[in-house]
Structure formats: C-alpha cells, structure tokens
C-alpha cells in the first residue's frame, strides 16, 4: 500500500495516496487492537514507524501537501499516538497463567501416578513436602496479582514511565512479600515457577516510546514545511512548538 501510495503521490495525485495510507493505518489498528501477542503489537508498532517513515521521505524530499485537504488528511494521519502493547501484553498475560494451570494439572496427575508405587511413609512425607512447597492455586493468584500490578505502566506516557515502573517495582515487592511465609519455604516452588515467568517487557515499552517521538518529530517536520521556517529560524520556531510534540 506504501508502495502504491508513493506512485500515486509522486504522479501528482496526493489525496489518492493518502487515501491509500489511510487504509494502511487502519490495517495498523486493527492489529493492534486484535493482538494476541506481544509480536502482534510489535508487528502494529513497526507498521507505524515505516508510515511515519514514508511521510519524513517525502518532506525530506521537498515534498509537500499541495491543497488544504491533503494538509488535513497527513495531520489525521500523524496526529494519533502510536498504540501502546496494552492488548498484546494482556493476551500474554492470558496465556501465561492458563500455561501454569496446565502445568500444575500435569504435575498434579504426575504425582499421583508416582506415589502409588511408593510405601505408604513415603508418600506421606512427599505429600506433606509438596503441599507446603507447592500450592498451585496460590502460584496462580500471585501470577495473576502480578499481571494486574505490571499492565498499568504499559499506558504510562513515556516522561512518566519511570516513575510508574518504579511504583509497580514496590508494589511488586509488597506483593511477594505478603506470599513469603515460613520463612520462604510455603510454596518456595510456586514462587519459583512464577518468578519464571515474568520476563522484562520494558525494551518493547521503550522502543514504542521511540517511534512515537519519531512520529512527534515528523509532525513538526511537516508544520515547519507549511510554514515555510528556514534552517536558521529553526531553533527558535522549535522552541515556541505546542508542548505535546
């Protein structure tokens, strides 16, 4: 579509190019808006940084909206945020919690089977021990509890994400120590297995970050271009500009 749109732009049909990088962008939310993963977030927020790309090309190049309804048609187009990981991140979180309860049934089925083999003593101590180091239904609250503490600073803006991950971060804290008792031995594997499966997700928060600066930048890059500002009234044009870009 990108591909059409540069044809169509540079043939002097600008509003049918456009109008071709419109349904790009709607093919961008709707990927957004329907991830099932974090790729598929991923995948929207690339999209987004070529589009953006495909704009800075052509104001680079000189060229520029030619009549008021192309003007407001590239505005509309870059005035949106970039979609944050919101939904790819739930629909991991999703996931991964129904992962745990698999593998806990699993290990629950895989435990009776060997403890019919054993003496009887034997299978009390090892029932005793697995049922304090290992409470499944208590490993999946604290994954769960985990989500819902993380997820908000997914939708922090980017001059306040640090502080929101550093809120979460003492949260997280309390959290698990509300769930550490007998001195760390109640579901000690749990704790483990849930520990597992929280991975850092802060370098696809950052690199959305990055291309929404990006897209900020190509807004100016196309307000300067109508206003006509030369490079040496540059910096101080720069410095008046709305504050939300």
């Known amino acids: 579509q990108l591909a059409q749109a540069s044809l169509l732009w540079h043939s002097g049909q600008q509003e049918r190019a456009l109008r071709e990088v419109l349904r790009t962008d709607r ?112 490993s999946l609250n604290l994954q769960t509890a985990w989500w819902q503490l993380y997820l908000p600073t997914v939708q922090a803006p980017a001059h306040k994400y640090d502080e929101a991950l550093e809120d979460f971060q003492q949260r997280e804290k309390t959290l698990l120590e509300q769930h550490t008792r007998w001195l760390g031995v109640r579901n000690f594997t749990g704790r483990v297995l849930t520990g597992i499966a929280k991975p850092s997700f802060t370098t696809y928060i950052q690199r959305r970050f990055d291309v929404d600066a990006h897209r900020r930048m190509v807004m100016l890059m196309l307000l300067a271009k109508e206003q006509h500002i030369s490079d040496d009234k540059m910096p101080a044009w720069l410095a008046q500009s709305p504050e939300n870009l």
């Open 27 to 138: 093919t961008i939310r709707a990927i957004s808006d329907s991830a099932t993963e974090l790729v598929g977030s991923m995948i929207s927020v690339a999209m987004a940084y070529r589009k953006q790309r495909w704009f800075a090309d052509l104001l680079t190049s000189g060229q520029v909206p030619a009549s008021p309804k192309v003007r407001e048609i590239a505005q509309s187009l870059l005035e949106q945020p970039v979609a944050t990981a919101y939904q790819g991140l739930h629909s991991e979180a999703v996931f991964q919690v129904r992962a745990l309860k698999l593998i806990y049934e699993d290990e629950r089925n895989w435990q009776n089977k060997e403890a019919s083999a054993l003496p009887s003593w034997q299978t009390f101590l090892r029932t005793t021990w697995m049922r304090t180091a290992f409470l499944p239904n208590e």
